[in-house]
Nanobody, 115 residues
Framework: QVQLVESGGGLVQAGGSLRLSCAAS????????MGWYRQAPGKQRELVAV???????KYADSVKGRFTWSRDNTKNTIYLQMNSLKPEDTAVYYC?????????WGQGTQVTVSS
């Protein structure tokens, strides 16, 4: 069983930055995909950024050039650096990892961007 703990969300003004963290209970080398998703009120959960082994990193068009996915293998942690935040980035952000065919989700962290 994999546990994921997210942190780093909060309230920020438009144009500001936040860095989200997702700490895994085990080595992140065992995951074949690691990503971030978000869900705004009344909307479906959507992909923000995902790293897939052997493929690389993919970003949603809406965050390209502003968000950056990264990881620290020594800390078993993945990150989402979010710059130039916009009010439309407001959502609950979820960490997701894929181990084989089984996926795991974090509890989510709220990001609110004020205009």
């Amino acid at each position: 069983q994999v546990q994921l703990v997210e942190s780093g969300g909060g309230l920020v003004q438009a144009g500001g930055s936040l860095r989200l963290s997702c700490a895994a209970s085990g080595s992140i080398f065992m995951f074949n995909a690691m990503g971030w998703y978000r869900q705004a009120p009344g909307k479906q959960r959507e992909l923000v950024a995902v790293f897939t082994s052997g493929v690389g990193t993919k970003y949603a068009d809406s965050v390209k050039g502003r968000f950056t996915w990264s990881r620290d293998n020594t800390k078993n942690t993945i990150y989402l650096q979010m710059n130039s935040l916009k009010p439309e980035d407001t959502a609950v952000y979820y960490c997701n990892v894929l181990q084989g065919v089984r996926g795991y989700w974090g509890q989510g962290t709220q990001v609110t961007v004020s205009s």
